[in-house]
């Protein structure tokens, strides 16, 4: 492993203890009953969609560092995996404030993420 998979890897190992936190950060908000029904829903879901998808993250680096793409393409996967996960998880905390614009960000991550996964899918059947 090197390059951006390299990189990326870390860079999601260093994120998931910061996902950890916001699940601590979370039972406090639910314990103290400082949200709406609504604000608690898009908390938890973009709790999970981050942890979740960090996970997806680990997994598509490994499928990508033994595909067939060049060092250029994988830096482009990476940077849309990044993007992707920011996007679709953060969407959801956008929302929480009420905002139009969370969905539309969300929206965008799974279409970042999407990418992604067809781009590493092509590197892996056409090595």
Request: glycine fraction near 14%; hydrophobic fraction near 55%; charged fraction near 10%.
């Amino acid at each position: 492993m090197h390059g951006p998979v390299q990189l990326f890897t870390v860079i999601a190992l260093v994120s998931l203890p910061t996902v950890m936190y916001g699940g601590y950060a979370l039972m406090g908000v639910l314990r103290r009953g400082d949200l709406t029904d609504a604000q608690r829903g898009m908390f938890r879901a973009g709790h999970a969609h981050a942890g979740v998808l960090l996970v997806l993250v680990l997994a598509a680096l490994q499928v990508l560092d033994r595909g067939g793409l060049g060092d250029s393409a994988r830096w482009v996967v990476c940077l849309l995996l990044l993007f992707g996960v920011l996007a679709q998880s953060g969407g959801f905390f956008l929302a929480m404030l009420k905002t139009k614009v969370g969905m539309r960000v969300t929206t965008a991550g799974a279409v970042l993420l999407g990418a992604s996964m067809l781009i590493t899918a092509y590197g892996v059947a056409f090595p």
